[in-house]
């Protein structure tokens, strides 16, 4: 009776935490959803906000991988040494965004400052064309694997 | 919170798992980082691109159809294929605790709910490709402007079928995979084991589709 009571307490608790994690991830989840669909209705233009927006997005996102990993993955109650062999290796991570996106940025402004022609080029504005035009390519021919 | 392990055991001694967990889980999850390498090396090369890129289209502006009640809606489906698979990983997690507690009943059932989630997000995408071509878009052609309203380049589209169309196909497999764990959970090979174990497994990489998804849609619909 003891056992069976415990049994039961257990698999109450579990399924409390899943009903709790899983309440943070929808709450999290239209917490970014508002704040994305807030860009777009308030059509906010380039700028310190609206990057600050999409900072505040990527962090939301990294509290949900937290949540996935540590509580429905398990994670979180295995050996601290198993942790750490997931954990650490993903700091990697943490180099490779910023190193590329800073790569790719510097590149634009290099491509811009010595490519007058490449500049103007992604100025013109496109004709307005009919939606659902298959196939349609722009006034510009694409070379494969161009970077632009 | 991780494990407690008692003091002045011998770890890696030998004769035991130092981690406290079977070989075939610690596998699993060395997988997951080897495929959590990729699909950030995908989604970073994507973020470089875009950086390097004068003007992009708006996702707001692309992606805002909805099956049956046409355009002008955006986010809403994405949103909706989201919780489709959040929920299936709620499901997967179910299942797994189910098997903790040998309730062979409990694992079927919540095994099923989590194929037809998976099931259901592939049908979601595969409208939400079909619908793209159909206005034009696939790989090398790109009908939707920059948001500024210059000509945008076809890398906006190659990027998003190709990684949308990776992550698919690992959601595809998941489905398999969950398939052949349902069939053997309903033949009582894990009950004749006496663990469910192989659940867990499945799970890991089930939680781990979802775990892409999340970074996915964060970077294609939201930033």
Redesign the interface.
């Known amino acids: 009776m003891a056992h069976n009571a415990g ?1 039961h307490h257990d ?1 109450d608790a ?2 409390k935490e ?1 009903v709790r994690i ?1 309440t943070y ?2 709450i999290l ?1 239209l917490v ?2 508002a ?3 807030y ?2 209705k308030a059509d906010l233009p380039e700028g310190f906000f609206r990057h600050f927006l ?1 900072g505040v ?2 962090i939301l ?1 990294l509290w ?2 937290f949540y ?2 540590a509580y ?3 994670l ?8 750490m ?2 954990v650490v ?2 700091f990697l ?1 943490i180099w ?2 910023i190193a ?2 800073y ?3 510097s ?2 402004n290099l ?2 400052t010595y490519d007058p022609y ?2 103007e080029q ?5 004709e307005p ?1 009919e ?10 021919a ?1 070379k ?1 694997g ?3 | 919170m991780a494990q407690a392990v008692p003091t002045g055991q011998k770890l890696w001694g030998g004769g035991k798992s130092p981690f406290n967990v079977e070989y075939g889980k610690i596998m699993m999850w060395y997988f997951l980082m080897s495929d959590a390498f990729t699909f950030g090396a995908f989604l970073i090369s994507y973020g470089t691109i875009r950086f390097a890129t004068n003007g992009w289209p708006d996702p707001n502006h692309v992606f805002n159809s909805f099956p049956g009640l046409g355009s002008g809606f955006p986010l809403l489906f994405v949103s909706l294929m989201t919780f489709i698979l959040i929920i299936s990983s709620v499901t997967m997690v179910l299942a797994v605790h189910a098997g903790h507690r040998n309730d062979k009943k409990g694992v079927v059932k919540n095994l099923i709910l989590t194929i037809i989630g998976g099931a259901a997000f592939l049908a979601c995408q595969a409208w939400e490709w079909t619908h793209l071509y159909h206005e034009g878009a696939w790989w090398g052609s790109n009908p939707f402007p920059n948001a500024d309203g210059t000509q945008a380049t076809a890398n906006f589209s190659n990027f998003f079928f190709t990684i949308t169309g990776f992550h698919g196909f690992h959601v595809f497999s998941g489905v398999i995979i969950n398939i052949i764990m349902l069939i053997m959970t309903l033949n009582g090979v894990f009950e004749r084991r006496g663990h469910y174990l192989m659940i867990e497994k499945a799970g890991l990489y089930w939680h781990f589709v979802d775990l892409v998804w999340v970074f996915v849609f964060t970077c294609f619909y939201l930033i």
Do not use: C, W
């Open positions: 049994a698999a579990t399924k899943v899983t991830l929808t989840t970014e959803l704040i994305g669909f860009m777009y999409k997005i990527v996102m949900k991988a996935i990993v429905f993955m398990h979180k109650h295995e050996v601290k040494n198993l942790i062999t997931i290796p993903l991570f490779f965004i590329f996106l790569d790719g940025a590149y634009k491509r811009n490449h500049k992604s100025q013109i504005k496109m064309s939606h659902g035009a298959h196939g349609a390519h722009g006034t510009e694409q494969e161009a970077l632009d």
